[in-house]
């Protein structure tokens, strides 16, 4: 029976790559692993794929009684609906400890870097396992988006550090230069339809008991969005009704202006400007230094839904 690794339900590059390049390694061990993904890739992780020859993992969203591996991720919204039925054996994430568990011990890499593929470098280092070249390639990509080119506060000296070895194996001179190259890919949103924006990088958060969702664009310049602002606010709020949710947030983040614009649908929006001590316009806010959902929007909601 092969191991599965999966990342989360609406899968970025981290998530993507991440299944990929544990794939590989695991392979690398004797273990046969297969890497997958729960829903569609989005426009940045086919670029990387395509620039690099990789395929898509293969779409697999049932596990039950099936051994996994689960990537960026340890949050039971996030993972596959059936995933207490699967035989989770282990788990690499970068985030929060969320409210997976297991009934048995389990393989845990979890550290407080900005993107899992950083740990997945510590993982083929401490396995003293050799990383190909397109592997290395796609690995600093998937760093690289998660740290918003080191500019998100998320980004640490392991990540910095894993990128600079990643681009020597790679041989890729500049590694800033290609992760403007993917940012200016994730940029490229006219004739996107609102829902697919939204929902692009999208996750569910349970706060307390309290569903809040959170969405988020990262572009070279937000005025791409100047258009379509009131359609996102409007499909915002039909996501809203639809889920159950609380609410539901969009970042619109700048990597420019290093700043994002908060786009909000929402039962109660006196707790959002409770949480970011700011008053919205017309559901409206804009949050300078905010670069991470992780770091600088999740834990301050959390706080107020406590």
């Keep these: 029976m092969p191991l599965y690794i999966v990342g989360h339900s609406i899968p970025d590059s981290d998530s993507i790559i991440g299944a990929i390049?544990?794939?590989?390694?695991?392979?690398?061990?004797?273990?046969?692993?297969?890497?997958?993904?729960?829903?569609?890739?989005?426009?940045?992780?086919?670029?990387i794929l395509e620039k690099f020859g990789f395929s898509p993992p293969k779409t697999?969203?049932?596990y039950a009684n099936e051994d996994v591996f689960i990537v960026d991720t340890t949050d039971l919204t996030l993972?596959?609906?059936?995933?207490?039925?699967?035989?989770?054996?282990?788990?690499?994430?970068?985030h929060k400890l969320g409210d997976l568990t297991t009934s048995t011990p389990l393989e845990a890499w979890i550290r407080p870097v900005g993107c899992s593929n950083t740990i997945i470098k510590e993982m083929f280092d401490f396995y003293d396992v050799v990383i190909p070249k397109d592997i290395a390639?796609?690995?600093?990509?998937?760093?690289?988006?998660?740290?918003?080119?080191?500019?998100?506060?998320t980004c640490t000296k392991a990540d910095t550090k894993a990128v600079k070895e990643l681009a020597l194996i790679a041989d890729i001179l500049n590694p800033k230069e290609l992760g403007l190259e993917m940012f200016k890919v994730k940029s490229q949103v006219?004739?996107?339809?609102?829902?697919?924006?939204?929902m692009r990088d999208f996750k569910d958060f349970n706060m307390s008991g309290t569903k809040v969702g959170i969405g988020q664009l990262e572009v070279v310049d937000i005025s791409v969005f100047d258009k379509m602002k009131d359609e996102l606010l409007k499909d915002l709020e039909v996501l809203r009704k639809e889920g159950g949710r609380h609410s539901v947030l969009l970042l619109l983040t700048d990597?420019?202006?290093?700043?994002?614009?908060?786009?909000?649908?929402?039962?109660?929006?006196?707790?959002?400007?409770?949480a970011f001590d700011k008053k919205m316009e017309d559901?409206?806010?804009?949050?300078d230094g905010v670069m991470s959902r992780k770091k600088q929007v999740v834990p301050f909601l959390e706080k107020i839904f406590k």
């Design 255 to 274: 990597i420019m202006q290093e700043g994002s614009l908060l786009l909000t649908a929402s039962l109660d929006s006196d707790k959002i400007e409770e």
């Design 60 to 62: 697999k969203t049932s």
């Design 190 to 198: 006219e004739g996107t339809p609102i829902r697919e924006l939204i």
């Design 21 to 47: 390049s544990l794939a590989y390694l695991k392979n690398s061990l004797g273990i046969e692993a297969v890497s997958c993904k729960q829903g569609d890739i989005n426009p940045e992780s086919r670029y």
């Design 79 to 94: 993972c596959p609906d059936d995933i207490l039925e699967a035989n989770v054996l282990g788990v690499v994430d970068h």
């Design 137 to 153: 390639a796609i690995m600093m990509c998937a760093i690289l988006s998660d740290t918003v080119i080191f500019k998100s506060p």
């Design 283 to 287: 559901s409206k806010m804009w949050l």
